[in-house]
């Protein structure tokens, strides 16, 4: 049985990059990623999308009257394509209580600190302002709260006293690229288990 990839984007979409690399080689088996999402009409994630033969659509938020006819909208193209587990990757709002609920513990988000520190925007300047010496991403489930769901998985990535937001950024980006893929992987061998705040690795 295939898992059907649904990934929802607002930029250029390097994190669905390395998720669709590593759907194509095998590494995350028996599974597709159906359709692509975006929030923004020009987002290169759509490209990158199209480049691969995978559906590409675009959801105007503007056209809806209100966040929850938007995500009524969402829902109706995730269950068009079977959606099996939804990957935030670069998608710039918070999900509403609705979809969450429609995919409960089926939802991931990959953030670039290492969570619960620096939720929100701009994470990686957040870490530089405070002076930490450790940074990292996080892959998380989803719940209704901003960057709170149950951890997956962590990646730490040190701070140098030469680093700037976007070297810092870049090297945060190349563990996302790493760690993203072993969760979904790990998600489509049926390996997590979530209880409560914990998700356990089986």
């Known amino acids: 049985m295939t898992l059907n990839i649904a990934v929802l984007i607002s930029g250029r979409g ?3 990059q390395s998720i669709i690399d590593n759907v194509e ?4 088996p028996n599974a597709c990623v159906s359709v692509v999402i975006s929030d923004k009409r020009d987002a290169y ?4 999308a199209m480049n691969h033969g995978i559906n590409a659509v675009f959801i105007d938020p503007a056209v809806y009257e209100s966040k929850k006819h938007f995500e009524n909208a969402l829902l109706e193209v995730l269950e068009k394509f079977s959606t099996d587990v939804l990957l935030l990757a670069g998608f710039m709002r918070i999900l509403g209580s609705n979809l969450i609920k429609a995919y409960n513990n089926r939802v991931m988000n990959i953030h670039p600190a290492l969570l619960p520190s620096f939720k929100g925007l701009h994470a990686q300047k957040q870490a ?3 002076g930490v010496k ?3 991403c996080t892959v998380h489930f989803v719940d209704e709260g901003m960057d709170s769901g149950p ?3 962590q990646k730490s990535v040190p701070v ?6 976007d070297s810092l950024s870049e090297r945060i980006l190349a563990q996302e690229h790493i760690i993203f893929p072993e969760a979904v ?3 489509a061998e049926g390996r997590l288990d979530v209880k409560g705040r914990r998700v356990h690795i089986l």
């Open 14 to 16: 390097s994190n669905l």
């Open 25 to 28: 080689s095998g590494y995350i």
């Open 45 to 48: 994630g759509l490209v990158r």
């Open 128 to 130: 530089l302002e405070y």
């Open 134 to 136: 450790i940074s990292g």
């Open 151 to 153: 951890i997956i998985l």
């Open 160 to 165: 140098l006293d030469s680093d700037t937001e």
């Open 185 to 187: 992987k790990l998600f």
